[in-house]
């Protein structure tokens, strides 16, 4: 692995490709921060896919497409004397000080949850008026209702043990279930809602990480289901007009592979 002074010298490198394609690229000359806001996410998205599936080289490669993003940006910032690099990095090197006083002060902490709680109760003293202040409104909603969970119990606000919760889990399906029985659409959603809440909330005492579970079914159930389609088609036969029996054939053995 490179030492430090290599590592500077390719963080260098990319800032001078950064300034070059600045002046240079007809492209990247008429890029704004809104206009690079969604190829960010859309990096973001890329960089988890590869994590799941533990592709690391992957990794690497989105990493450096997410590192370049960071320097886009600042360097925008920089041509409207608003920041620069320099001042994205002091920015963060100053909140990780400030928020590590066990490591950087005289705090004592026993485990990673005192550590937490430091964290979101040091936020608070910065001028936070409240701890959810952190979570950005444009979050998936089963990553939000994570962080929203993680947060609220980072001050106290939380169950005491993991039985509590799985009970609150069956307390909302029993209303799900009862909201069904009326055919109130509306009072069915918002039940929903709290059962997948709830769900989520469980998933953190179980130390699940929820999208990262659905999303390995969503790519599990895509497997499958792609294996299925390529034997239909090896009989030379539409999905649409096989039997479930059939198709079901196929399914099970795609779960043994």
């Keep these: 692995m490179s030492d430090k002074a290599a590592q500077l010298k390719a963080f260098e490198r990319l800032l001078t490709i950064m300034d070059e394609l600045r002046e240079q690229c007809p492209w990247d000359k008429k890029q704004t921060m809104e206009s690079l806001r969604h190829l960010t996410i859309e990096e973001v998205y890329e960089l988890g896919d590869a994590i799941l599936d533990n592709d690391l080289d992957e990794v690497k490669k989105e990493l450096g497409d997410v590192l370049l993003h960071i320097v886009f940006y600042s360097k925008i910032g920089s041509e409207t004397n608003d920041f620069d690099i320099a001042d994205v990095c002091n920015s963060i090197c100053d909140k990780l000080i400030s928020r590590h006083p066990h490591i950087y002060g005289d705090v004592v902490v026993k485990d990673e949850e005192d550590v937490k709680r430091n964290w979101e109760q040091l936020k608070l003293k910065e001028g936070k008026s409240s701890v959810l202040e952190g979570v950005p409104k444009s979050l998936p909603a089963v990553v939000k209702a994570s962080r929203i969970q993680e947060k609220v119990a980072g001050v106290g606000f939380d169950w005491e043990h993991p039985e509590q919760v799985f009970e ?90």
């Design 168 to 257: 609150k889990v069956e307390e909302e399906i029993a209303e799900l279930k009862a909201e069904i029985l009326k055919g109130d659409q509306d009072a069915i959603e918002s039940e929903f809602g709290d059962v997948m809440f709830s769900m989520i909330n469980y998933a953190r005492f179980l130390k699940v990480n929820p999208e990262n579970a659905l999303e390995r079914t969503n790519k599990k159930f895509i497997k499958r289901f792609q294996y299925l389609e390529s034997k239909a088609k090896d009989l030379d036969k539409s999905l649409k007009d096989m039997t479930l029996s059939e198709m079901d054939i196929f399914w099970e053995e795609a779960k043994l592979l």
